[in-house]
């Protein structure tokens, strides 16, 4: 049994390590009341948003016009990664890394061998792990996060899709975890480009909108708007659940720092009490040894 001075060193750590652990939590938990109340407002926007697109592609043929909705066979791929410039958030970092490995070495390995996947990384976390596999076609860009704001994502985005238009990327793939509430995130694998225009299968469609000038250049004014709130709302998400993933891992290791220092004092009250039995025996066998 360790002695009692080492016990007290061990109870004193945890003690400070609980403190850390219980005001990182109430510091993420501020900090997500923030973030939740920015999706929670934008996913309305975004939603009706699509929900307008989709009844106006029912209605007409853009494909032809529509530049970011090739129907080429995907040759040269793009993962974006978004993951956290911090870490003590639980699995929340580790879950999107596999997720980007297992389409690098599984869906996509042929053109991965071709070296024709390539990872936009936002996030240091994500970032530090491919620039250890030494990956070579690797674009990084962490300060996004640190004053998340759509004008500020605006032009990281535009570079996005110009990159598709111009045909340095057929396929443009987001993965990231989308926040659900502040214990469960939901791993999300989306394809961002190119769209997914949907076919019109129940011949003409009528909806109560009025379109002017036209709905062909509604549609190019939406789709590029739409994209860019598409991509914005992951990053929010990403931000919004990684907050909640961090309070729930700072809420655990806090909890189990209070039962650690329950197990320790029980250790140190054993302990002492042993030593205060060894001197009584001590005194009383001194005793009877001087009796004699």
């Not at 850390?20 to 996913?43: C, E, G, H």
């Not at 948003?49 to 066979?73: P, S």
């Not at 998400?237 to 891992?249: I, K, Q, W």
């Amino acid at each position: 049994m360790a002695n009692l001075k080492e016990i007290r060193t061990r109870i004193s750590s945890v003690k400070s390590t609980k403190q850390i652990t219980s005001a990182m939590k109430m510091v993420s938990a501020a900090k997500l009341k923030r973030a939740q109340d920015a999706v929670i407002n934008l996913r309305p926007y975004a939603g009706k948003l699509h929900e307008i697109l989709f009844h106006i592609n029912q209605t007409i043929e853009v494909e032809g016009e529509n530049i970011y909705a090739r129907k080429d066979i995907p040759d040269k791929i793009l993962i974006v990664s978004i993951t956290s410039n911090k870490g003590l958030c639980g699995a929340f970092n580790a879950n999107v890394i596999k997720e980007v490995m297992n389409l690098i070495q599984d869906d996509y390995a042929e053109e991965n061998q071709a070296k024709n996947v390539s990872i936009f990384s936002i996030g240091k976390k994500g970032s530090e792990f491919y620039k250890s596999k030494a990956y070579e076609n690797l674009i990084v860009n962490n300060e996004i996060l640190d004053e998340l704001s759509f004008s500020n994502a605006v032009p990281l985005i535009e570079g996005i899709m110009s990159g598709y238009v111009a045909g340095d990327y057929d396929k443009v793939i987001l993965v990231y975890n989308r926040f659900k509430n502040a214990a469960v995130q939901v791993l999300t694998k989306d394809q961002y480009l190119p769209i997914d225009i949907p076919e019109n299968k129940e011949g003409n469609v009528s909806f109560d909108y009025i379109f002017e000038p036209s709905k062909e250049s509604i549609v190019k004014e939406l789709i590029p708007k739409s994209l860019k709130i598409q991509f914005y709302e992951a990053m929010l998400e990403s931000l919004a659940a990684e907050h909640g993933a961090r309070m729930t891992a700072m809420h655990k290791a806090t909890d189990n720092a209070t039962e650690l220092i329950k197990e320790l004092q029980l250790h140190y009250n054993k302990a002492r009490q042993a030593a205060i039995t060894n001197e009584i025996l001590e005194i009383v066998g001194g005793a009877e040894a001087l009796s004699k």
